[in-house]
């Protein structure tokens, strides 16, 4: 599947409230494990955004930038999960922090959320 349709919100609302405790990062890509359930896998593109909504870490593929910053997304739970139609969804942490999570690919799977692959 390439992009995402504005009905695909319903597959995201549970990470409502959740809270990531775990990161697991691969040579190729990265895995928010959340807590009371949910994962995000990201094979394509994720920005790490600060509370002013400027990427300050981005991740794409196998290419990183900087220091790595997710870790600052630990224990802080969602508060807002929103969809930047067509290409990408944006989950908004308590801490003031954001997670972009970016359809980049028209070939391959960009990022899984539970049963929702882009």
């Known amino acids: 599947m390439y992009g995402l349709k504005l009905t695909d919100i319903d597959a995201l609302t549970h990470l409502r409230r959740a809270e ?3 990161i697991c990062v ?3 890509d990265i895995q928010f494990n959340f807590h009371p359930h949910g994962n995000v896998s990201v094979q394509g593109r994720c920005e790490l955004l600060d509370a002013m909504g400027q990427v300050i870490e981005v991740l794409d593929g196998s290419t990183r930038s900087g220091m790595f910053r ?6 802080s739970p969602v508060s807002e999960v929103a969809i930047d139609f067509p290409k990408s969804f944006v989950l908004t942490f308590e801490n003031g922090m ?12 960009s990022f899984s959320v539970g049963n929702l692959y882009v």
Do not use: A, R
């Open 20 to 22: 990531v405790t775990q």
């Open 26 to 28: 691969g040579p190729h």
């Open 70 to 75: 997710f870790s600052e997304l630990l224990k």
């Open 98 to 109: 954001g997670l972009q999570v970016v359809d980049n690919s028209k070939q391959y799977e």
